[in-house]
Nanobody, 122 residues
Framework: QVQLEESGGGLVQAGGSLRLSCVAS????????MGWFRQAPGKEREFVAA????????NYANAVTGRFTISRDNAKNTVYLQMNSLEPEDTAIYYC???????????????WGQGTQVTVSS
């Protein structure tokens, strides 16, 4: 079993930045992939970014490419999401999740955190 805990959310003005963190505890293995998803009110959960913990290969949703950066620190069992040039459309609850494969689909992820709220004001 692995537990995931997100932090770093908050309220920021459009154009600002936030860095989200996701700390994994329990059974952690460097062979997994980690992903960030978000869900806005009334919308489905959507893929944001993912990274393989071993090689650091990354994948991004088109909506965040060039603005968000996913990274990991395996020694700290932590994955980060640096979010720059934030827009009101980025407002959502952000979740980190773990998968055995790199995937954009939420069904591939078997462990999820509780989420952290990100609110971007215009």
């Amino acid at each position: 079993q692995v537990q995931l805990e997100e932090s770093g959310g908050g309220l920021v003005q459009a154009g600002g930045s936030l860095r989200l963190s996701c700390v994994a505890s329990g059974r952690t293995f460097s062979s997994y992939s980690m992903g960030w998803f978000r869900q806005a009110p009334g919308k489905e959960r959507e893929f944001v970014a993912a990274i393989t913990l071993s090689a650091g290969i990354t994948n991004y949703a088109n909506a965040v490419t060039g603005r968000f950066t996913i990274s990991r620190d395996n020694a700290k069992n932590t994955v980060y999401l640096q979010m720059n040039s934030l827009e009101p459309e980025d407002t959502a609850i952000y979740y980190c999740a773990r998968s055995e494969v790199m995937s954009r689909g939420p069904l591939a992820y078997t462990a999820w955190g509780q989420g952290t709220q990100v609110t971007v004001s215009s």
